[in-house]
């Protein structure tokens, strides 16, 4: 069980507004508009393929330990986009050891991605994505139901489309 009672579902049935997460963070309303708001811009918008992102989240949930989080999709094991490939190392980096970030790995994301896509990427992995993973442990998330974690991936889906 959460250490804060989530908050009851949403009428609107929306898998990401009724996710535990959300609800539980919907104890305090004007945050989760706030960071509802920041984690849409960046995970709907922008010019990196929601599917790169989502794999960054997956890469990281289960370093980061939030049991929510990892159960929402496994990561892959490789990639065959270098994009995402390299996405996914720099998010690991930066949820493992963030102070070893070096001006070198910038470097490197400079060959795959230009100014704009390495803001991006960096906003994703540390605004939205573990900072959402640490929010879930420290609230002690228990692991989604299938039926959740189903409903979360079809969810994303639908809107990636748009």
């Known amino acids: 069980m959460p250490r804060i009672e989530p908050a009851p579902l949403s009428p609107d049935g929306n898998a ?13 309303p004007e945050i ?8 849409t811009t960046i995970r709907f918008k922008g010019r990196l393929p929601v599917e790169l992102k989502e794999a960054v989240r997956r890469a990281t949930a289960g370093g980061v330990g939030c049991e929510y989080c990892a159960s929402l999709g496994a990561p892959q094991e490789s990639y065959d986009d270098k994009r995402t490939s390299l996405a996914v190392a720099f998010a690991q980096m ?5 102070k070893g ?8 994301l400079r060959e795959e991605f230009d100014e704009e896509e390495i803001v991006e990427l960096v906003a994703w992995t540390c605004l939205v994505a573990i900072s959402g993973q ?29």
């Open 94 to 98: 930066v949820a493992d050891e963030p």
């Open 101 to 108: 970030i070096s001006d070198g790995m910038f470097d490197v």
């Open 16 to 28: 990401l507004s009724n996710s535990l997460l959300a609800r539980v963070m919907g104890r305090n």
């Open 32 to 39: 989760l508009r706030a960071f509802g708001r920041l984690d």
């Open 134 to 162: 640490l929010f879930g442990l420290v609230m002690g998330l228990e692991a989604a139901s299938e039926d959740e974690a189903g409903a979360y991936q079809a969810a994303l889906a639908e809107l990636a489309r748009r």
